[in-house]
């Protein structure tokens, strides 16, 4: 397996010094707070492109109906479009990078 999978073994002891010293969280609260910086952030892409560009939302839709339903349906993960960015142009999946690499 390899050591950069699981962000249990990555330690770096510059790095909590530093983030200790900045006293940015109790340190009764250090091990939650490190807990939260070492969980797996979801993979994130946009489509590139003029949200009135007829290609980019071309490619949009099929990856909407083609892609993101049968990955919802069959793998139990969630590909969706990120609420806040304009014409639904960009898309979270909640798997790793790690995960996603195999």
Known sequence: ERPWTDTRLIKNGAFDA???EQQIVDESDWDTF??????PLPVSFRFSGSADDPKV???RDYMQV???SRINE????NLSPIKWYPGDLA?????SRAELRG
């Open 34 to 39: 490190e807990n939260c910086l070492r969980s």
């Open 74 to 77: 069959l793998k139990g993960r």
């Open 91 to 95: 898309w979270t999946f909640d798997i």
């Open 57 to 59: 939302l071309a490619l």
């Open 18 to 20: 530093y983030y200790k």
């Open 66 to 68: 083609t892609h993101a």
